[in-house]
């Protein structure tokens, strides 16, 4: 039985498992403390029997007016833990916390054919391609889904020209 709960600082001793995957960005623990104390409802670790980390998401808030959005900074789950929907209750449970803001955006890498398609199963669309932006030089994709707040889906109209990553607003 999977348990899905907050992330906590001992976590962050146990993960590494998740993390020992080439299409996973990973980041030093400063980042992630960073995160579980700015924005602790939005990271949360799936746990299976004997305490074992199967997975888990990191996201914040951003933006402001019409741009106030979740974003998905990471989403992972170990490659034995793969094909059992964790990565679909993970984005489930983001989303769930967002409903208050317009969307939820998460970037992925243009090769992670598996990863897209199961973005846009979940109701995400390509936003825009973000050249060079992974540090590999491999561009991404800004994936979003409007929620309710967003009316009319305004945060979701594809861009026609790729941005570079100087070009993103950060907030």
Same mark, same amino acid.
């Given at each position: 039985?999977?348990?899905?709960?907050?992330?906590?600082?001992?976590?962050?001793?146990?993960?590494?498992?998740?993390?020992?995957?080439?299409?996973?960005?990973t980041?030093?623990?400063?980042?992630?403390?960073?995160?579980?104390? !700015?924005?602790?409802?939005?990271?949360? &670790?799936?746990?299976?029997?004997?305490?074992?980390?199967?997975?888990?998401?990191?996201?914040?808030?951003?933006?402001?007016?019409?741009?106030?959005?979740?974003?998905?900074?990471?989403?992972? &789950?170990?490659?034995?833990? !793969?094909?059992?929907?964790?990565?679909?209750?993970?984005?489930?449970?983001?989303?769930?916390?967002?409903?208050?803001?317009?969307? &939820?955006?998460?970037? &992925? !890498?243009?090769?992670?054919?598996?990863a897209?398609?199961?973005?846009?199963?979940?109701?995400?669309?390509?936003?825009?391609?973000?050249?060079?932006?992974?540090?590999?030089?491999?561009?991404?994709?800004d994936?979003?889904?409007?929620?309710?707040?967003?009316?009319?889906?305004?945060?979701?109209?594809?861009?026609?020209?790729?941005?570079?990553?100087?070009?993103?607003?950060y907030?």
């Open positions: 039985m999977t348990t899905i709960r907050r992330f906590c600082c001992e976590d962050l001793l146990r993960f590494a498992n998740v993390n020992l995957d080439h299409l996973t960005e980041f030093n623990m400063s980042f992630y403390l960073t995160y579980l104390a !700015r924005w602790p409802d939005f990271f949360h &670790v799936a746990e299976g029997p004997g305490n074992h980390i199967m997975g888990y998401i990191m996201g914040k808030v951003e933006g402001q007016g019409e741009s106030w959005h979740g974003h998905v900074t990471a989403v992972s &789950v170990a490659p034995e833990y !793969r094909r059992q929907q964790l990565a679909k209750k993970l984005m489930n449970l983001l989303e769930n916390i967002s409903t208050t803001l317009f969307f &939820v955006d998460l970037f &992925v !890498r243009a090769s992670n054919a598996p897209i398609k199961m973005y846009e199963k979940l109701g995400y669309v390509i936003y825009r391609r973000v050249l060079r932006y992974y540090s590999n030089e491999e561009d991404g994709f994936m979003r889904k409007a929620l309710p707040r967003d009316v009319e889906k305004k945060s979701v109209i594809p861009l026609k020209e790729p941005v570079i990553p100087e070009e993103l607003e907030d």
